[in-house]
């Protein structure tokens, strides 16, 4: 490790497997061997970010500047212009980095974040992900629901609305967990009579039930999946199409 008075590193880590990139500086490091070797940011949603999928990182050295602020190659000026004109924070699909980078200390002093760089920055403390609904409001769920996709949405980001939901459960009803458990226990301890079954299984095997059940079939709501526009019964549709649906 070598220190050079007044200069400073800007680089650009590149993670190797999620193609997420971090933009920062380092007054240690002044190789690119160096910096793979021993350095790989220190940004904290960055490092999260690298527990997380691993430390399989690509160092470059975007230049080495001055911190002297009458040097021609004074470093703020440009780490301010790259930060700027790549969107390092509101970006944050391509990025990590939660403030502008300036080269020195990695805040601007009399700059003030926007409330939507706040909430950005508190959702990747708490490992949370904010999505938007149809309508463009902001909903906040948990990050390994998100990267697993455990939520209610068509697609990845999206939340459903009430007519999606009524698409898909055109029923409306919801039952509460209680109310499931109970429903479970119930059907698990019914006896049924000798009798009941008997019934059951020549209702099963009657051209009256067939029939029946057909017309039921044939009359019950269909949905329409909004990716590949197949129409169908609402419980087949939802196990294949919607957010499972190959052409989303």
């Given amino acids: 490790m070598t220190t050079i008075e007044n200069k400073v590193t800007l680089y650009i880590a590149t993670h190797n497997i999620t193609g997420k990139k971090y933009f920062g500086k380092t007054t240690k490091y002044f190789t690119e061997k160096t910096l793979q070797e021993n350095y790989h940011g220190s940004g904290v949603y960055w490092r999260n970010h690298l527990r997380k999928h691993g430390d399989d990182v690509t160092m470059k050295i975007y230049g080495i500047f001055s911190t002297n602020i009458n040097d021609i190659n004074y470093v703020e000026p440009i780490a301010l212009k790259f930060s700027e004109e790549n969107n390092i924070v509101k970006d944050y699909d391509i990025w990590a980095n939660q403030i502008v980078e300036n080269g020195l200390d990695g805040v601007i002093a009399g700059t003030k974040m926007s409330d939507d760089q706040k909430l950005k920055i508190s959702n990747r403390m708490q ?15 948990d990050q390994k629901d998100f990267d697993n996709g455990n939520f209610i949405g068509v697609n990845k980001g999206i939340i459903l ?23 479970g226990l119930a059907h698990k301890n019914k006896i049924v009579s000798d009798e009941t079954k008997q019934k059951l299984s020549e209702r099963a095997i009657g051209d009256e039930w067939k029939e029946k059940q057909s017309s039921s079939a044939k009359n019950r709501k269909q949905v329409t999946c909004p990716h ?21």
């Fill in 161 to 183: 609305t009430d007519n999606h939901k009524a698409l898909i459960n055109p029923t409306g009803r919801i039952h509460l967990e209680e109310t499931k458990k109970k429903i």
């Fill in 127 to 141: 490992n949370k992900v904010c999505v938007k609904d149809d309508n463009g409001d902001c909903f906040q769920i």
């Fill in 228 to 248: 590949c526009n197949k129409i169908g019964h609402p419980g087949n549709m939802k196990r294949w199409h919607f957010g499972n649906c190959k052409l989303k």
